[in-house]
């Protein structure tokens, strides 16, 4: 017995026929639509490069674990010298519109 037609039992309360579930446009509409979401995300899956093995799928994994790590403490140093410079320029004077005033634009003649 499929899943479909176990699931049917419970909510009709009798076994029906895989010919009479394939009968209701409703059930067929929502199959159709089931399968064909299913065969969209395979496709999706389709494009994306594999690893050959375990082993290097968690070698992979590793390593971009490694370069996400390296990338926070980058951007956290950055964080720093930003607020460094904030806290500096307002000391000097300069107020926050003017610090964000954007770049002039480069005339190249």
Excluded: C, H
């Excluded at 010919?19 to 969209?40: T, V």
């Excluded at 082993?55 to 980058?74: C, F, G, S, T």
């Excluded at 951007?75 to 003017?98: C, D, H, P, T, W």
């Amino acid at each position: 017995m499929t899943k479909t037609i176990t699931a049917s039992k419970i909510i009709l309360g009798y076994v029906p026929t895989r010919q009479a579930l394939s009968g209701k446009l409703i059930l067929k509409n929502a199959y159709q639509i089931k399968k064909k979401q299913r065969k969209d995300a395979i496709a999706k899956d389709e494009g994306v490069p594999r690893p050959q093995s375990m082993l290097d799928a968690m070698k992979k994994i590793a390593r971009l674990e490694q370069e996400n790590e390296a990338l926070r403490a980058e951007l956290g140093k950055m964080a720093e010298v930003a607020q460094r410079f904030i806290y500096n320029a307002s000391i000097a004077g300069l107020s926050q519109q003017r610090l964000m005033e954007p770049l002039p634009r480069v005339r190249r003649d």
